[in-house]
């Protein structure tokens, strides 16, 4: 049986909201149908069972609620805030599910979760913004008009220069406006008309009968008119001129390309969302006829709060076993769940030359989660996660992979350095602080010695606590993930953050560059080339693939605690958590590259790309180093109606294309793994090769249905270490391509 509700309101133009559920139910019969002529009596007994099930609607089995809300900001209504977008958006979802009934007195209890979505945006369009200056308009349209790149608009942006050459030179060819007039005085008004058609004059004038200049007291009326107003009486002669036109003046010209790099940044977003999901078992509660909530004494459970969204995670289970509404048996185990994610984005475009694009972008993403075994109060919370974000590590990015130098790299040697360094400064850290006498598995512990004495200084006599934090600390997490970030990223060690988790604002940008303006800076370039297109890009990301708590942790404070050394039954200082691999990947691709067609239709592609993955495990206390660099080179011809060159009928299919695409490339690509083993301080190649690619293709279209290709790929491969063997792989062949469509 199932009951489904959905609504949806429009609250106003901007707000929306939604809202939907589901409820499955199930008729439960007795164990057996009954004879109604041999046993009338049970089975009336058995259909009122039946009809009361059917008028309580069922056993509910499930139910599922989702419940969302979004709210445009009615900003970009306002004039000056009109290039501002902003949104907000919630959503929630709300799960029950009926648990395993093992006898009447006997229940592993219901499930419950609940999801919750906060999600903001932001999209700034400055070039609106800057277009509400009436002088930046004009300079956003003088370059938008030069952007164009293909022969067409080249040659129509020659033909407006030429016009505005052209009247350029017949405003100055304009001759001078020369007339004597006569003033009245008594501040009388004269309107001259001069027919210079432009409001950028140079007026003078000058007494007839002295010859001197003559101060004149005039007002722009428009493009051909100016108003003089007389205050004495006397004949002058009014000289007008046109003056240079403004975009032709130097400074105004430098004005405006200042003004232009100045306005580089185009457009702006960014993008934050929070979500946070609660699973819990041993739901004693059934729904009841209200929206997935049950009756109980201290109102609805487990609550509209949980229900969309607002109550979760620790407080709410803490909340649920107060008020009894959970099962605590020490036989069921399976613990509560919170998952947290927060995730946030920003890019922009960058526009500082005509031609010149910029594309940059960011990302911090931090996914945690946390078990509870709620039935056993003396065991902690543990936490586990991965985590992700860009970033730049120029630094580190060339060097350390020559086979001559015995693969040495500075910043790999950098990195045993920072070691040392890290691992004073935990010393610092610790230096004042007290071995606690209780909290987690120090609570349960016989011999305490240790309770109550510095952590640096403490070393009893029996010699267990080696060297205060033991020679091993060298190669555990929070002194290698600090020393590695320092190295690899860029940064000193002496001040580079011990957390492994960087904060939100430590994101740095990745960044695409396309430039083809070439042929607008050269235009005699255009003889030879249609388009000439240059490319960049960087990517760099750090991750790490899994965290999470120590079982038996017991913080100190902040960035500080404990976990049990089974060597010596002893607190050690360690950070919070355990964490597995480390990884920094980073890609130049394309380092550089260029495509450029040619005006007989040929097409140049040319472009390097060096990418690597630097990877550092802490069991093993090793790294892990893979390089590749490509270098690519490429050629491609289109063969136009190839049918007509070679006598083969087209045939009366509209929108096929008869031309022949011809391709060719040359690819040297060189790759290598190596490990760098942090103890030994020694790298060696584990893998690697070198390789030649030739590619040849020609395809043709014969109909809509039918496609023919012909291809040659030749692989050549030397190895890098002497475990594998050179190989040459060839293919070549024919390929035909039979589409059947209705």
Not at 361 to 372: F, M, P, Q, V, Y
Not at 485 to 503: C, Q, R
Not at 639 to 668: E, R
Not at 676 to 689: L, M
Request: proline share 4%; with cysteine.
């Amino acid at each position: 049986m199932l009951r489904q509700t959905s609504i949806s309101w429009d609250i106003t133009k901007t707000l929306k909201a939604n809202f939907q559920s589901a409820s499955n139910a199930r008729i439960d019969e007795p164990d057996a149908p009954v004879n109604r002529y041999l046993y009338p009596d049970d089975y009336e007994r058995w259909k009122d069972t039946i009809w009361t099930q059917i008028w309580k609607l069922g056993t509910p089995v499930d139910y599922n609620q989702s419940f969302d809300v979004s709210w445009t900001i009615p900003i970009n209504k306002i004039t000056w805030t009109d290039w501002i977008n902003l949104s907000a958006k919630y959503k929630s979802t709300y799960q029950w599910n009926r648990g395993t009934q093992i006898d009447e007195q006997t229940s592993t209890g219901n499930t419950i979760q609940n999801n919750s979505q906060w999600q903001f945006d932001g999209k700034f369009n400055l070039e609106s913004l800057y277009n509400k200056s009436k002088f930046l308009k004009k300079v956003n349209d003088k370059f938008k008009a030069q952007k164009s790149s293909n022969a067409n608009n080249r040659n129509q942006t020659r033909n407006n220069n030429n016009r505005k050459t052209q009247n350029d030179t017949k405003t100055k060819a304009k001759k001078d406006f020369k007339q004597v007039i006569q003033l009245a005085g008594n501040d009388t008004t004269i309107v001259l008309k001069h027919n210079l058609d432009t409001r950028r004059i140079i007026v003078s004038a000058k007494d007839t009968e002295t010859d001197h200049s003559y101060p004149l007291n005039f007002k722009k009326v428009d493009r051909n008119n100016i108003r003089i107003t007389a205050s004495d009486s006397t004949k002058i002669e009014v000289v007008i001129k046109a003056d240079k036109p403004l975009d032709d003046q130097a400074w105004y010209k430098t004005m405006q390309v200042a003004s232009r790099i100045l306005m580089s940044v185009r457009s702006i977003q960014i993008g934050y969302k929070q979500t946070q999901d609660t699973y819990l078992p041993y739901f004693q509660s059934n729904v009841g006829d209200f929206y997935g909530q049950g009756p109980s004494d201290a109102g609805l459970v487990p609550g509209m709060g949980f229900a969309f969204g607002f109550e979760s995670g620790e407080s709410f289970t803490e909340k649920a076993a107060r008020n009894g509404w959970l099962i605590v048996n020490d036989s069921l185990t399976s613990p509560a769940v919170y998952n947290f994610t927060k995730d946030l984005s920003y890019s922009a475009v960058l526009e500082p030359w005509t031609g010149l694009k910029i594309n940059i972008n960011g990302t911090w993403k931090n996914n945690e989660r946390k078990s509870n075994q709620f039935m056993y109060p003396d065991l902690p919370i543990t936490r586990s996660g991965s985590f992700q974000m860009t970033t730049i590590a120029l630094g580190s990015s060339f060097g350390g992979n020559d086979a001559g130098d015995n693969y040495s790299s500075d910043v790999f040697h950098q990195f045993i350095l920072n070691r040392e360094i890290i691992y004073q400064r935990l010393l610092a850290k610790y230096a004042e602080a007290i071995f606690p006498s209780e909290g987690g598995f120090i609570s349960n512990m016989v011999n305490k010695d240790f309770a109550g004495k510095n952590v640096v200084s403490y070393n009893p006599e029996t010699g267990f606590y080696e060297q205060n934090f033991g020679a091993s600390r060298m190669n555990s997490s929070d002194i290698l993930v600090p020393a590695f970030v320092a190295a690899y990223l860029g940064g000193d060690a002496h001040s580079v953050s011990l957390n492994p988790i960087p904060k939100m604002w430590k994101a740095l940008p990745n960044w695409k560059v396309t430039y083809d303006g070439l042929l607008q800076l050269f235009p005699k370039l255009s003889k030879w080339f249609k388009t000439i297109q240059f490319s960049h890009a960087y990517n760099c990301t750090y991750a790490i693939g899994n965290y999470q708590t120590y079982t038996n942790y017991v913080e100190l404070e902040e960035g500080l605690g404990y976990t049990l050394d089974v060597t010596n039954n002893c607190p050690l200082p360690s950070s919070e958590f355990d964490i597995g691999t480390v990884t920094l990947t980073e890609s130049w691709a394309p380092l550089g590259g260029v495509n450029a067609t040619l005006v007989n239709g040929l097409t140049v592609r040319s472009e390097y790309k060096h990418t690597r993955s630097v990877s550092l495990a802490m069991s093993s206390a090793q790294i892990t180093e893979n390089v590749s660099k490509d270098m690519t080179f490429g050629l491609g011809y289109k063969i136009v109606n190839f049918n007509q060159k070679i006598g083969m009928p087209a045939g009366n299919q509209k929108g096929v294309s008869h031309d022949l695409n011809l391709k060719f490339d040359i690819t040297y690509k060189n790759q290598m793994s190596l490990l760098r083993k942090i103890t030994d301080e020694y790298t060696q190649a584990t893998s690697g090769n070198s390789a030649w690619s030739f590619k040849f293709s020609a395809d043709y279209q014969f109909s809509k249905m039918l496609q023919m290709k012909l291809y040659y790929d030749r692989q050549v491969n030397t190895p890098l270490i002497s475990t594998s063997y050179p190989t040459v792989n060839s293919d070549f062949g024919m390929t035909l391509t039979l589409q059947l469509t209705r």
